[in-house]
C-alpha cells in the first residue's frame, strides 16, 4: 500500500504498490483505471503533503 509517483508515457503516474516482484513493481494507478508493471528504479516514494 505505498503510495509512490513515476514518469508515464502521458506524464507523471500516481499509484499505489499491490505486489512487488524480483525484477518488477505492480502499482495500481490512483484513479484505480490502470495497472502498471514497472522497474522499482523509477519509483520515487510519495510524501503527504500537509
Known sequence: GLKVTFEGREGPVLGIV??????SVIVLAEDGTKQ???????LRPLRDVK
Not at 18 to 23: F, L, P
Not at 36 to 42: D, H, I, Q
Open 36 to 42: 502498471y508493471k514497472v522497474s522499482p528504479e523509477l
Open 18 to 23: 499491490t505486489k512487488i516482484n524480483r525484477k
